[in-house]
């Protein structure tokens, strides 16, 4: 079954990223919501290596201030929360928990990094376009934002070093005023070919 | 808003990773639908990095078998269709189109492979995740996989060495019959914090 077309456009056709909020909150039981929708999403093995910090408090939003760039410190610090959506390079301790029927943990233990490395990049950023998609589902709307510097953001919030940023995502109520206009997509036959 | 229970349950949590499917066809013009959709969703500078092969007719198919990983080759062969989900390492060059009140081709044209490579990887692994989605959303079940030789598949698939595969995608409608059991997912502590 097809979704309406509300949800469609809600999911993707008239969702926009946005630079303006709202004066309305995001309770954190909605954060939880977004998390639980989106834990669902695939990912290899199940090994569903993003970590996601939200920050809301203003001690967060500004231990993260120096690391943005310029053009994202206004609407990052007027968000309600902010997404720091990472992923967690010894996702693999999780794995006799996520992929119990077999030792799948032995596929990444002391492995060679790049081969950890890719995974949970390419894991934590499926993950992290699940957390987009789940906050629309939820009503929410989302800045997802590359504008940053990893290490400084890594040093402040994951100074263990085993979990790195990827990218941000402010989260909240947009305001439609302060949209930018729609950049256009590649056509079907710029993108894609059936064979 | 927040969208209906049965649409929440569609996308992620009754939605499952399919091995299965059933004897009903996908056509091209449902392909264009999930394209359609998918195509929305945020990439950093509106890049769109991700190119993507729809695997659907018999001598396509074959071409892929010999990538596949054993237990993946069944299943490849019987779905419907067989998504390619790729990134293009000159995904700059439809800058111009894509974001084009500055020059954002000079962001990468020309600098560290690595740089580009990183952009391209995330932001064709985010629009895999929205091409998830967005087959679900359109009613279709998808069996992703990470189990294949990506140099086999460059090799057969994008030659001229631009391309790079990530990851595929079975399309169809599944069979609940060949689901194996749901594996868990992390709490929302394990995974999550709030600052």
């Known amino acids: 079954m097809k979704l309406d077309d509300a949800a469609l456009d809600q999911l993707f056709r008239a969702a926009r990223t946005h630079n303006g909020w709202q004066d309305r909150p995001v309770p954190d039981d909605l954060l939880h919501q977004v998390y639980d929708l989106m834990k669902w999403g695939p990912t ?3 090994s569903c290596p993003a970590r996601i910090v939200f920050v809301r408090s203003p001690e967060a939003k ?7 760039a310029a053009g994202n410190v206004a609407k990052t ?3 309600p929360a902010t997404a720091i959506v990472a992923y967690d390079l010894e996702f693999y301790d999780k794995l006799p928990k996520l992929y119990p029927h ?4 032995s596929w990444f233990a002391g492995k060679p990094e790049e081969h950890i490395r890719t995974n949970a990049f390419r894991g934590g950023t499926l993950q992290g376009a699940y957390l987009i998609v789940a906050a629309r589902a939820l009503g929410l709307d989302c800045g997802p934002m590359g504008g940053f510097d990893n290490a400084l953001v890594d040093a402040a919030f994951f100074p263990d070093g085993k979990v790195k940023s990827n990218f941000l995502c402010n989260l909240g109520y947009g305001d439609p005023a302060k949209l930018h206009p729609r950049n256009p997509r590649l056509d079907f036959g710029e993108a ?3 064979v």
């Open 102 to 105: 077999t030792d799948a943990r």
């Open 77 to 79: 610090m007027a968000a």
């Open 44 to 46: 290899a093995a199940n």
């Open 192 to 194: 894609c070919a059936i």
């Open 62 to 68: 500004e231990k993260l201030r120096p690391a943005l």
